[in-house]
Nanobody
Framework: QVQLEESGGGLVQAGGSLRLSCAAS????????MGWYRQASGKQRELVAT???????NYADSVKGRFTISVDNAKKTVYLQMNSLKPEDTAVYYC?????????????WGQGTQVTVSS
């Protein structure tokens, strides 16, 4: 089973920046994709950004041009650089990793980290 450890997050003023990190650990698995989701209070969890080992990325329209997802494949760590933050970006952000081992597919979630953007 893949374990995820998130870091980053916190309180920032509108227009500011934050960086989230998520490190995956475990043995014998191959990572298929890594990404970030978020869940605002009273809303459903939504995709923020994903990246695959080859580098292809996918972003929610609401964060395009402001957020950048990147990965260090050697460290099995995914990052989310968030710039020009808006109050509507306030949410709990969850790291998500899809992996495979012995031809089985797995999805792991991080514990979540709070991002609060004040106006």
């Amino acid at each position: 089973q893949v374990q995820l450890e998130e870091s980053g997050g916190g309180l920032v003023q509108a227009g500011g920046s934050l960086r989230l990190s998520c490190a995956a650990s475990g043995r014998g698995f191959s990572i298929n994709s890594m990404g970030w989701y978020r869940q605002a209070s009273g809303k459903q969890r939504e995709l923020v950004a994903t990246i695959i080992p080859g580098g292809a990325t996918n972003y929610a329209d609401s964060v395009k041009g402001r957020f950048t997802i990147s990965v260090d494949n050697a460290k099995k760590t995914v990052y989310l650089q968030m710039n020009s933050l808006k109050p509507e970006d306030t949410a709990v952000y969850y790291c998500c990793v899809d992996s495979s081992r012995n031809y089985l597919q797995y999805r792991a979630w991080g514990q979540g980290t709070q991002v609060t953007v004040s106006s």
